[in-house]
């Protein structure tokens, strides 16, 4: 959609924060509203805490530093006219540093005069709510504590998201003077005892939040445990430099959203202090931290080690990309648009006729599974995202399908969409690799990248893809345009055992057309799904015999032909 009836669904939002202004506009048109698309995104490096804290006692925001903040509006103001954003469109909201600034009234009558836009004030409470519903966008179910850690202050509070309904603490949140900015300043002063008593103080005053917001039992009670989530800069530079020490070296997504760390890894804060104790030009070449976000570490450090001692036990810690932004235009969604899932939506605008049907006959080659196995391979979602992103890559040149397929998740198509997890790029990256032929069908630079995606998959699922791209492949080979006019194709599985008690997958396809009618393209892709089945092709010594049969019969790929 391009024009006025585009520019209908532009949204511009300066989030004037603690530590930085950021400035963006998405488009809420449908299909992608869910996923807060971005066509314009930028920062104005004015960090309006340290303005006025440069002493160590408050001060009113200096003149400079209101005439900078002018000055980067207009600039946006003027953006905003240039992508058509409709004035009424536009909102400027001001957290803690502006909310608690000795001249905040000047501070805002300056702006409203030099642009003409209010400054809105975001309460305490009220921008920890819009913290949690930054968190509820950034995955398709949120189930656990949530914390944004700000440059003045850090909000708390717990969440529960199901169908697009989100609930959180009747009090939205709990505010507390900690960000990482202010907890640096306080740091600074000498003296251990200081220190001692300040970890009393804000161990207490966590402690006191966790009871304030009132966990429900059903949280503390989770099958999986407790998850906490975190957003805001402090806590993803933090993130970063734990993706740096990640056991997949280097890391294969460079997206902060949707990463996951255990408890052990997040606490570990020796580790993560001594990833940015280097020279200050070194410490930079960690990917997303800049100087000014490992100058914080230490003060992270220390929050993340009162964190260990004042909330109750956490399993894994999930890191979160929403802040004001995400929030704010979340919360105004529809719960039926809110309640889709990112991936689902992320792939629909290249969804082929025949979805449906596809789903179908992969949902086939799924069922029934083998004995060993005690749990579902792939829900229903993951299916519907791989069948609707299955013809994407088709058009591309031979030698850049499996390839670019393979990036999809990570620099391709896909990889702006909001609210997808790491494991669910990866499941997705591999899936559509393996429908180009996977890693055989991909260059030397990429194969290294392929095993570092794999390693990122929940275990047991990798030779899974492989098989189930493979037979994606066959499918898309007799469904070449994605869609079902007739019944060309059916599968029939099965699971048997060799003499050595082995499970072993059957598979059949049968055409209700001769065989020799077939393309060279659906042979090749036969045989993948065969040569999954060779132990030397399983992926980490895992996987299963394959017995493919076409017609009823063996089928002999060397003679383009089968088998009596």
Known sequence: MEGPEASSYYHGLVDMGSNGIRFSITDLSP????????IYLDRAAISLYDAQWSTGVQTPIPEPTITATIKSL???????TDFHVPPSQIRILATEAARKATNSEQFRGRIKEAVGWEVELLAKEEEGRVGAMGVASSYDEVRGLSMDLGGGSTQISWIITEKGQVRMSEKGSVSLPFGAAALTKRLEVPGSHHREEFEKEVIGLLKDAVKDIDIPEELLKSKGGLRLYLSGGGFRGWGFVLLS?????????PIINGFRASRKKFQDTMAV???VQKTDESAADIFRVSQRRASQVPAVAFLVDCLSQALPAITDVYFCQGGVR?????????PEIRGEHPLVTATKPYAKESVKELVEMLETALKPQPPS??????DSTLLTAFVQALYVHAAFPKDLRAGSALRSTTTGFFAGAHGISHEQRALLSILLCERYGGHASI????????QRMVQLLPEGRAWWCMYLGRVASVLASVFPAGVVREKRVEMKVRWSTTKKEKEVLCIDFTYLKAFDEMDEGLQTALLKVEKAGKKKSWIDGMGYKIKLTVNGKGFDFSLGGSEE
């Open 373 to 378: 196995l005690k749990h579902y391979v792939f």
């Open 443 to 450: 260059s030397p630079t990429e194969q290294e990248f392929y």
């Open 326 to 334: 995400e929030g704010n235009i979340f919360a105004h969604l529809p």
């Open 273 to 275: 202090q001594l990833a």
């Open 245 to 253: 020490q990640h056991k997949i070296r280097p890391y294969p997504i």
């Open 31 to 38: 299909p992608t509203q869910r996923l807060l698309p971005t």
């Open 74 to 80: 207009k600039r946006f103001k003027s953006t905003c």
